[in-house]
């Protein structure tokens, strides 16, 4: 996790170029029209429907079999032969983790990224973990139309001072002392902690590492109180995956690191947990089948982020997914990716294809992993699906995405909060 996060950083560091930011040409229309397409729900229990679809000041006013009739204000966009699903969700991204002394540059790089995530089809994303402000500004931008971009929810980071002390060393920055990133021991007042990280704009308390289940009990309880939801790390030394979930945390991140399961509490420390997995230690289903269980009774959602694991070389973390998708647990698609500054692919559709070539998922299931899981594990109610009334967040595909997922990320039209962005 430790390695994880300073590739990360590197990386990011890597990603700040120069360039030229592309405007995006918004049409602003208040009516729009999509006639007859077949309608891809997101949830994996809703077959695909023949149906027409008609926006309204950026919700779905209707969604009827039959023939909608409309004044001559309205955009009509015949979708004869084309397929509509809801907007996709990147649901585990680090925006704002790069380095921000030169925020001319951040920005820069940023605009480019959050231009090529839409126009692949991502309409929303979830932040894990980043600087709250430089985030906040950007969910603003987008919301008024200033910059092209998924909207954007994120989370602050809480972990022990440890933590934060070995990740500090050599920098000159003391971490772990903002609202967004903070230390938190036993000492800690937790009410007041989450209480500065809400005022923040974060929508969730993402649990990262060296605390006690004592500590991590009472901030799921103070989270509560303040309506923030938990986002945890798998393992959070020495607590173990069973714990957060116990706790019932909303979600859990990392595959790979569901593995530290079958490590008992007392030797459960970063370097002794990876040097058993470099060691070679093996799956056991014995164990993680009736963990899986509990996170289904617990409604815990699981963001594998298993295309970041494979690219580390940790492709048990396939055989985890797998189970755990056995099991009914609700998966939900998330990178913690690197993503391009330019035109190419999203890694997303890596991740995507995982789901469907190694752990056994339908492509409606993917795509319910995509958006709706998605949506629910960020505690929104307003997308993620269609039907009357949400928002209208979508995407018009020239190809079947159920023939092949790659349709998903080259849609045709991008419709957001009820505007054609692409
Ligand atoms: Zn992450």
Redesign the pocket.
């Known amino acids: 996790m430790i390695q994880r996060l300073i590739k990360n950083l590197c990386l990011g560091l890597l990603l700040i170029h120069i360039g030229v930011v592309s405007s995006l040409a918004q049409k602003n229309t208040n009516s729009i029209l999509l006639h007859n397409a077949t309608v891809i729900d997101g949830r994996s229990h809703i077959k695909p429907y023949q149906a027409s679809i008609l926006i309204q000041d950026g919700f779905i006013r209707a969604i009827s079999k039959k023939k909608i009739k409309t004044d001559r204000n309205v955009q009509e966009i015949d979708c004869t032969g084309k397929y509509i699903v809801p907007g996709l969700f990147d649901a585990?991204i680090?925006l704002a983790t790069i380095d921000l002394s030169d925020l001319e540059k951040a920005r820069s790089a940023t605009d480019r990224i959050l231009e090529n995530m839409l126009q692949h089809g991502i309409t929303t994303v979830r932040d894990?973990?980043g600087n709250a402000p430089f985030l906040a500004q950007y969910k603003q931008e987008i919301k008024t139309g200033a910059k092209a971009g998924p909207d954007i929810f994120y989370a602050a980071q809480f972990a022990g001072p440890e933590y934060f002390e070995m990740f500090s060393q050599g920098s000159r920055i003391k971490m772990g002392t903002s609202p967004w990133e903070r230390a938190v021991s036993d000492t800690t007042n937790i009410d007041q902690v989450v209480q500065q990280a809400k005022a923040a704009g974060v929508t969730a308390i993402k649990t990262y590492a060296e605390m006690s289940r004592e500590l991590l009990e009472k901030i799921v309880r103070a989270a509560r109180k303040e309506n923030l939801l938990v986002w945890s790390h798998a393992t959070i030394y020495p607590i173990k995956p069973s714990d957060a979930v116990s706790l019932s945390v909303n979600s859990i991140?990392h595959a790979a690191d569901v593995i530290f399961e079958q490590i008992p509490s007392d030797s459960l420390t970063i370097s002794y947990a990876w040097k058993r997995v470099y060691e070679g230690m093996k799956v056991d289903p014995d164990i993680l089948n009736p963990f899986f269980t509990q996170m289904k009774r617990n409604n815990v959602f699981f963001d594998p982020t298993v295309f970041h694991a494979t690219n580390n070389k940790l492709d048990y973390a396939l055989d985890i997914l797998k189970l755990a998708h056995q099991s009914g647990v609700k998966i939900v698609a998330g990178t913690?990716w690197i993503y391009p500054e330019n035109n190419d692919m999203v890694p997303l559709y890596d991740e995507a294809l995982l789901y469907q070539d190694r752990a056994g998922m339908s492509r409606l299931q993917v795509l319910e992993s995509l958006t709706y899981n998605a949506a629910q594990v960020t505690g929104l109610h307003d997308r993620g699906y269609l039907k009357k009334g949400l928002r209208a967040d979508m995407l018009i595909l020239d190809k079947d995405p159920l023939a092949d997922l790659r349709s998903l990320f080259e849609p045709a039209k991008v419709i957001q909060a009820g505007r054609i962005v692409k």
Request: proline content about 0%; hydrophobic content about 35%.
């Open positions: 585990h680090h894990m973990a991140s913690d």
